[in-house]
């Protein structure tokens, strides 16, 4: 299984890579000067996503490095022990919508101290990849385009967060556990 | 919204400081928050040249017009608002496949794409529309078969079963994206 996952992966961007230009060729579209013009865009893009990385990050790192996330922490961590969820996931999981680096650091540090293939070393990995980093997601998409009234979307992706956190607990304890 | 969450950050977070006397700590998280903002993007710079070029050759092949057409069925369920020719549909396409492939550095670039095309179509330059918010449902949900980079993790922890996890994510996954499809679509009415 990982095998062929591996084959997939490493094949899948190099056959891409080779595959559109060949089409491109063959349909007479002069490749090089497609393709410099289609990085010049996305050149502008980049750099126009700046300012709100900037504002966004600076939030989130006040509010990590502050102590207010490891209090809010502690605010919920009854709810969740009354639900049954280990409490060893709960960083993770309130971390998971701010900070892409910080989940992943911390999904390496679970799987470290619990083991990959433990009880809670399963449910950490399940969770990261069933939930996204809304609140990086949200300010490179709309400031791309300058949109600033996002309208439902944050709503929406950290109700998915939730639901994507919830479902990776009971789907787990189902599939390799016992309540 | 956004507004309102930014400044929570900024409120809890310095008045936690503050209550705890470590006042200081606010203002290294700031610089290094800003200068983070800039580390991301320009680490990003490169690919999403990279990713912008190659859309361009394919849609100048006609690549993309051909996956459009090749999913209308889903993809005018689920974006009702876009026109079949338009490439916004294309782009969308192709930014939720390289989601699906668990394409890591893809789907920004990707992404990013998708959105510029999509307004193209918006008659706002300051709101969002109701295919933006129904993509970055789609996209803040995760849809994803292949977790490359949780998989890439747990090899690198000397799991004995890596992929074990695959099926316990796409299931978990779904889950979230129907979940984030029915609240877009049910908070859009009053959202405007």
Partial sequence: MLSLIDIISAWTIPMLLLLIPLVGILKKVSVYESFVEGAKNGFHTAIRIIPYLVAMFIALKVFQESGAM???IRLIR?????????EEVLPLALIRPLSGSGALAMLSNILETYGPDSLIGRLASTIQGSTETTFYVLTVYFGAIGIHKVRHSLLAGLIAD???F?????IVYRVFGNF | MINIIWFL?????ISTAALRGEIHVVTQATMQGAEQGVTVAFGLIGI???WSGMMRVAEDA???QALAKLMRPIAKLLFPDIPNDHPAMS???VSMSANLLGLGNACTPLGLKAMEELQTLNHSDEQATDSMCTFIALTTSSLTLVPSTVIAFRFAQGSLDPTEIIGTTVIATFVSTIVALTADRLLRKFSH
Avoid: E, R
Avoid at chain 1, 78 to 86: E, S
Avoid at chain 1, 166 to 170: H, M, S, T
Avoid at chain 2, 9 to 13: A, C, E, N, S, V
């Fill in chain 2, 91 to 93: 782009a969308v396409l």
């Fill in chain 2, 48 to 50: 999403i040249a990279f």
């Fill in chain 1, 78 to 86: 009854p709810l969740t022990t009354k639900a049954n969820i280990p």
């Fill in chain 1, 162 to 164: 939730l639901s994507g």
């Fill in chain 2, 9 to 13: 950050l900024l409120l809890l977070g």
């Fill in chain 2, 62 to 64: 006609g690549l993309m």
């Fill in chain 1, 70 to 72: 490891d209090l809010l």
């Fill in chain 1, 166 to 170: 919830l479902a990776a607990v009971y």
